[in-house]
């Protein structure tokens, strides 16, 4: 769904978009060149994400969204800033039943931020050290370390890797010149 509305807004494919939801919301803004595309700038396309992930769409939480998308963008580039979540996570708590766990949230803007919110938490519980950030300076992309080794560095090692390897080599020759 949300592939279609980028296409109705004739922007570019979304890149990386397989990531975990706690991820994917930091995933809804990138950069294309020189060009930044933000989904949460725009009802329909917010609403799009929303339903891909089988969130409620309405009301459509645009700013709240923006505000969680900020607030685990900090706490990944610096893990002493996670205390700025728990107003965030105030909005609602987990109701138990026998045999499921519902989010339980008094506003329903906060919903789909609320889970977004507790799927990042889930995350860093599972994979504390491979939550990251693309190592790409110019990319603003976010991903989890799912290899192997844990070494992943690189959004794409087709994209981001290989510009930043022919980058250093591009430079190595010129040193040597």
Same mark, same amino acid.
């Given at each position: ?12 494919? #979304?890149?990386?978009?397989?990531? =975990? ?7 809804? %803004? ?10 949460? &700038? ?8 929303? *339903?891909?992930?089988?969130? =409620? ?15 685990? $963008? ?5 893990? *002493?800033?996670?205390? $700025? ?21 008094? &506003?329903?803007?906060?919903?789909? =931020?609320?889970?977004?919110? %507790? ?8 994979? =504390?050290?491979?939550?990251? @950030? ?11 370390? *799912? ?15 290989? #510009?930043? @390897? ?9 040193? %040597?010149?």
């Amino acid at each position: 769904m949300l592939a279609d509305a980028l296409r109705a807004h004739d922007w570019p494919e #979304r890149p990386l978009d397989d990531q =975990p939801l706690g991820t994917d919301l930091l995933n809804t %803004r990138w950069i294309t060149g020189t060009t930044w595309y933000d989904v949460l &700038d725009h009802d329909d396309l917010t609403r799009a994400w929303l *339903t891909d992930h089988g969130l =409620p769409a309405d009301p459509v939480p645009r700013a709240e969204l923006a505000q969680t998308r900020a607030a685990i $963008a900090a706490a990944i580039a610096d893990p *002493t800033t996670l205390d $700025a979540l728990d107003p965030l996570l105030a909005h609602g708590r987990l109701r138990l039943t026998v045999d499921a766990e519902h989010p339980d949230v008094a &506003d329903p803007r906060w919903h789909a =931020p609320w889970v977004c919110l %507790r799927d990042f938490l889930r995350l860093r519980a599972e994979h =504390p050290d491979r939550i990251r @950030k693309c190592a790409n300076p110019d990319c603003v992309l976010h991903f989890v370390d *799912t290899s192997r080794t844990g070494r992943r560095q690189w959004c794409s090692m087709t994209v981001c890797g290989n #510009r930043l @390897k022919a980058r250093r080599h591009h430079d190595r020759q010129r040193a %040597r010149a």
